[in-house]
């Protein structure tokens, strides 16, 4: 009976941003896919490779507008064991296994956290999402797409034409959800940039009377009572439903919509405890407005620049990946991670290094096992050799030396000689050097 041997192949492509690498045996089909313009430098990766098959690129200088990969990946020391890609937190490095990805694999533990948005049909309490827009405008990420499922105005009250009225909206009540401009085209919502520090997305609400015909359908439709209309009403005011969807691939749990919203709909669990802290006697050298390099790593855009200071980090959103502080060049911020929530650890023959990668991602230590495969041999005791002693130089005989090689280059140096020793006419060479000797002499 012959044993089957396993054959391992490891193929490695690049598609656009992606790094697409490739393990094949006779069992099953792994694929490690790494999306260096989604990557943020955290280093976790690093940390945690049991096969130390990943270097950290140039982050200060990608951080600072280079367009380089943050890690680099040597897949041929890859074991393709899923650990980069279980505990990165924004998702840059992923992995399937038979075309299934290990984040749904059980055997393979992984960051455990999440987003629960509580809609009015999952509601346990008095606290539901609406929905509305500010999530989805806020988030950093772009994770959140939000679909209204309510008619609209020009199916519930189609516009009329020269109709007469007052509107007005109490801005202390509104809360600049923008269902109000779903609903009609009269209502303009005056975008602005959010900020860690300023979440809500839009800076005013604004009503277009020319397009408003004092249908009045938005006064019932606005959640906080803000809209007063004077008119004549028509139409069926509709009620505000709709979906909301997170895209787990993009979240990277910063808390942005729990923060923004204010009806306390959402509820984020991240994936580390922990604390950020700044340095201030490194400090001196920060340039964050010339620099930026902490604001550009940043997943959670959680940092900002306040009037009191020369920069800060609002922390109620920092998840601790870390990438700040390898982006800045005056090491100036320090990270630590306290606590790790990860799914179980199975009992696999891998368990170990796995308990072993989620230790390392607070105590920064990494056990890692030995795969060298060689055997230690003493070394052999270097032998003390005594310094060569260079001859005595006779200077009468090495001047006659001198001497005869000074005739004999122009014969060297002709190319006739050299063309007749290439072709290997040596006699008639060494007659020309003996007749010349001889008339020397």
Known sequence: MTEEKLVVTVDSEVRDSHFLYTQKTGKSKKLL???????????????????????????????????APPIIIDHTKCSFCGMCAAFCPV?????????????ELAEFPHLDSSVVIKTPYLNTGTDKCLPCLLCKKACPEEAIAVEFTFPKKETAAPFRAGRKGEIEVDMEKCTLCGACAELCPAFVLVDRESTADALVPFD???????????????????????????????????????????????????????????????????PFDGDIEL???????????????????????????????????????CTYCGACERACHVKA???????????????????????????CLTTNERERPDVSHTLSVEK???????????????????????????????????KQVRRSWEKKEAKVAAKEIGKRIKQHK
């Open 33 to 67: 896919d790494y999306d260096y313009k989604r990557c943020n430098g955290c280093g976790i990766c690093i940390e945690i490779c049991p096969k130390k098959a990943i270097e950290a690129g140039p982050l200060i200088e990608i951080a600072t507008g280079m367009d």
């Open 91 to 103: 998702k840059a490095v992923r992995m399937t296994v038979n075309d299934k990805d290990i984040l």
């Open 204 to 270: 005013n609400l604004l009503v277009d009377r020319e397009k408003c015909d004092y249908c009045g359908i938005c006064v019932p439709f606005c959640p906080e009572d803000a809209i007063k209309v004077k008119g004549d009403f028509f139409g069926e005011a509709p009620k505000l439903t709709g979906n909301i969807k997170v895209d787990d691939k993009k979240c990277t749990r910063c808390g942005w919509c729990e923060a923004v919203c204010p009806y306390d709909a959402a509820k984020v669990t991240k």
């Open 279 to 317: 340095i201030d006697v490194k400090l001196k050298g920060c340039d964050p407005v010339g620099c930026h390099g902490c604001f550009n790593v940043c997943p959670s855009k959680a940092w900002i620049i306040p009037k009191d200071k020369k920069i800060d980090v609002v922390r109620d959103f």
């Open 333 to 359: 911020i320090g990270v630590k991670r306290t606590a790790t929530k990860h799914t179980e650890i199975k009992d696999t023959p891998w368990a170990k290094e796995w308990k072993d990668a989620i230790v």
């Open 380 to 414: 052999a005791e270097r032998k003390v050799e005594q310094p060569v002693a260079m001859p005595e130089v006779n200077g009468t005989f090495r001047r006659l030396v001198d001497e005869r090689i000074s005739d004999l280059m122009p014969l060297l140096k002709s």
